[in-house]
């Protein structure tokens, strides 16, 4: 399992943020999403034998949100981190 953190800045609200929840969990491979309104960010468990970053960020772009890539936070999620 790997763990992939992006901000969204435009992740204000709850709506916004249900929206951008239910598109990364169309993306095959993904296993859980923790988002934390507060910072704009959603960090993203996923099967790295599935499912790719890239395919997380395109479908938080094709969902129509901008996003900064965080990667400097990602891990391979064996700390929660």
Do not use: N, W, Y
Request: aromatic share 2%; net charge negative.
């Amino acid at each position: 399992m790997k763990t992939l953190t992006l901000t969204i800045p435009e992740m204000q609200t709850e709506a916004i943020a249900m929206r951008v929840g239910s598109a990364l969990d169309t993306v095959d491979g993904v296993d859980t999403v923790h988002i934390t309104l507060a910072q704009m960010r959603a960090r993203i468990g996923f099967d790295e034998q599935r499912a790719t970053p890239e395919a997380l960020r395109t479908a938080i772009l094709q969902a129509g949100f901008d996003l900064v890539d965080d990667s400097a936070t990602s891990c391979c999620g064996g700390c929660g981190g």
